[in-house]
């Protein structure tokens, strides 16, 4: 079985542009969550999507926008990029919603970079 | 103060040598997470625990719910546990800052 996929690996854009970054999850597995993770930082939480509905929202503006199909993949779109913005985007997908009983499995990521 | 502390922040040993990283966490948790992220990005899940100790080849994984501590061990190291070490709760999957673990030949 495949792993959790993202798309593109890399890219690069420039201020105030928009971004979509996509994220397939494992077969069978109804939760995705999207992470930003700065260069030398922890990964941050930005979403969780279950069964196609937002379950949880980290700290992050407006700007960052997701949601979630039908067939359980997500996109998430970041709009007016900020240089701040760089990052490392990553997925990771689970069963059910984020809890003590739902192991996550993390895609490879996408490589942001904003100039 | 962040919710989820890590220490050391890097940490060079030798081949061969036992390997102890610490995460230390205020918050109410239902499980804790020992993830390995390698160069390049990609992170895998190595353990997710609630309670007691867990094993897996020459990873040790323990947890104590009432000190909010939890320890990462490595029993003879080998260069190809060189790597960044990430302890998470859940709650929103919050993360430490990670550790950089460089093993030497």
């Known amino acids: 079985d495949a792993g959790v996929t993202q798309s593109p690996t890399h890219l690069i854009k420039t201020r105030g542009q928009q971004v979509t970054l996509r994220c397939s999850p494992i077969s069978g597995h109804k939760s995705v969550s999207w992470y930003q993770q700065v260069l030398g930082q922890g990964p941050q939480f930005i979403f969780q999507y279950y069964e196609k509905e937002e379950r949880g929202r980290g700290n992050f503006p407006d700007r960052f926008s997701a949601r979630q199909f039908p067939n359980y993949s997500s996109e998430l779109n970041v709009n007016a990029l900020l240089l701040g913005d760089s990052a490392l985007y990553l997925c990771?997908?689970?069963?059910?919603?984020?809890?003590?009983?739902?192991?996550?499995?993390f895609g490879p990521g996408t490589r942001l970079t904003v100039l | 103060k962040n919710e989820v502390e890590q220490s050391p922040q890097n940490l060079t040993a030798q081949e061969g040598e036992f390997i102890t990283i610490n995460c230390s966490y205020s918050v109410g948790i239902s499980a804790l997470h020992w993830l390995q992220q390698h160069p390049g990005g990609g992170i895998v899940s190595l353990f997710m625990?609630?309670?007691g100790k867990k094993k897996h080849g020459r990873l040790i994984a323990t947890i104590n719910i009432q000190e909010k501590h939890s320890s990462l061990h490595i029993t003879a190291s080998h260069p190809r546990d060189s790597a960044v070490y990430i302890c998470?709760?859940?709650?929103?999957?919050?993360f430490g800052a990670g550790t950089r673990l460089t093993v030497k030949p």
């Open positions: 990771a997908s689970s069963l059910g919603r984020i809890s003590s009983y739902n192991e996550q499995f």
């Open positions: 998470a709760v859940n709650n929103d999957m919050r």
């Open positions: 625990l609630s309670s």
